[in-house]
């Protein structure tokens, strides 16, 4: 690792998730790798210095796909990559509680450290419809989104973590 480098890895199906996350990356700018989560490979994580997961709740879980990025990638980095930041953005039907506790319990395991407090987007999705819509996230959020990329970047080049 020459730069201090972000890592942003996420997984969507109805678009929330990916402009949230694309939204993060704008606001880190060089510093940020934008990646969907089938793509990350162990490599990948140990290149990078902090991390933000951003992904929707499925089901009252972490999406599959982010799910098996952890799987793949959570014992070849294991021991490698402690005291390193992360952040979460979690895009939820309803309350986003459980994918953000899921991500948590991976990330104590690999001893990263939390950075900034959990982002939970409400899109309030809840009949079969709505759920499968592609969703259209609000400006707002999406500044907020922006702004912890710019927060985590700051913190990686100022050193902080």
Known sequence: MTEPSLLIAWHSRTGASE???KAAAGGAGAAATLMRACEVQPEHIQR??????VCPENLAALSGEMKEMFDRCYYPVLGQ???RAYATIISAGSDGENAQRQIDRIATGWRL???AEPIIVNCSAQTTEEILATKKVEQENL???GE???ALSNGLELGVF
């Open 113 to 115: 450290k939390r950075v």
């Open 19 to 21: 402009a949230l996350a």
């Open 148 to 150: 912890l990329g710019a």
């Open 81 to 83: 990559i402690e005291g």
């Open 143 to 145: 500044n907020i989104c």
């Open 48 to 53: 990078s210095n902090a991390y933000l997961f």
